[in-house]
């Protein structure tokens, strides 16, 4: 009995580890408008909404905030001054916004008309990319995302907060479409749709087991009537009664059709529906910037945010 509660007192770690697991594992608040709902690592993050409603824009805003530093040369930027792995799947992704918007954050604090080369530089590196064809791919980025993690960290010398993929399905149609034969012999198990994301959800938990990070994933939908605007009525036709599905506790209702497999939506801890509103913010040389709308679907919140677009990133409308 002493010796058990001996073993429990002396503990399994430092105080300079328990502190540096306490910093990394508390909540944390990212720039708008995903600055509502404090988010921890292990947390699994779904921007939702139409084609053009500015999901990669808040996974780049989210992504300079990351890799820029807390503070260089006296210049205080309130970066989290740590990796970022982005895993495109669209295969659209414009590195050169991703590139302007970091330089606009590196001159903005100092009123520079220049910017930091050399923190530039170093920025960049801490930004990880890899782009994915088909569902096969995505499979062996995760299997073998842990190894180059590892490395990464012994390069930089910090390790990863931000994993974000770009977007979850684009490669759903393809996959249930298709027929996928065993190889290697009857044993073998068939790769499906739903073996796919059985596969994905397994792999991403056990690479946060090992790397604590907040996931952040990206999902193109068809809105419902309740929500109007052009493109519910060009779609309307692939809507039916059946287009609203429950979340996982059956209490709310969903603006749109669910079409991910049950293990990704279970998976999911937050869930915010983005789309673009018919509201623009004039400009002085006489162009429109476009208003979108951000809403938390999980946990639910009853307000909206209202943000634009600018050079330097996302603007919260008032």
Not at 145 to 173: A, N
Request: glycine residues 6%.
């Amino acid at each position: 009995m002493q010796i058990a509660a001996k073993g429990w007192i002396d503990g399994d770690e430092s105080a300079a580890e328990m502190l540096g697991r306490v910093a990394t594992e508390r909540p944390f608040l990212l720039l708008p408008p995903l600055h509502r709902v404090p988010l921890r690592v292990g947390n699994v993050v779904e921007l939702v909404g139409p084609s053009a409603s500015a999901k990669t824009h808040i996974l780049i805003q989210a992504a300079v905030n990351c890799i820029l530093p807390k503070e260089w040369n006296g210049v205080h930027y309130g970066g989290l001054e740590r990796l970022v792995m982005f895993i495109d799947l669209d295969c659209r992704f414009d590195i050169l916004r991703l590139s302007e918007i970091l330089k606009h954050q590196i001159m903005e604090p100092n009123g520079s008309m220049y910017y930091d080369e050399e923190l530039y530089a170093l920025c960049m590196r801490r930004f990880l990319y890899v782009r994915c064809y088909d569902s096969l791919e995505f499979l062996a980025t995760l299997k073998t995302l842990h190894y180059r993690l590892q490395k990464e960290k012994e390069v930089h010398h910090v390790g990863i907060q931000l994993l974000m993929i770009d977007s979850i399905g684009p490669f759903h149609w393809v996959d249930r479409g298709s027929t996928f034969f065993p190889l290697g012999g009857n044993k073998r198990k068939c790769l499906s749709l739903q073996s796919v994301f059985d596969a994905v959800v397994q792999d991403i938990k056990k690479l946060l087991l090992v790397h604590p990070m907040l996931v952040m994933a990206t999902k193109e939908i068809i809105l419902g009537n309740a929500y109007g605007g052009d493109e519910v009525k060009q779609n309307k036709s692939l809507l039916d009664a059946s287009g609203l599905r429950n979340l996982a506790s059956n209490t709310q209702q969903l603006p749109y059709r669910e079409y991910m497999p049950s293990v990704w939506q279970s998976f999911v801890t937050h869930k915010i529906l983005v789309r673009a509103s018919d509201d623009h913010i004039p400009t002085r040389n006489y162009e429109e910037h476009s208003v979108y709308l951000s809403e938390w679907l999980l946990p639910s919140l009853s307000f909206r945010d209202k943000f634009s677009i600018k050079d330097a990133g996302i603007v919260i409308v008032s």
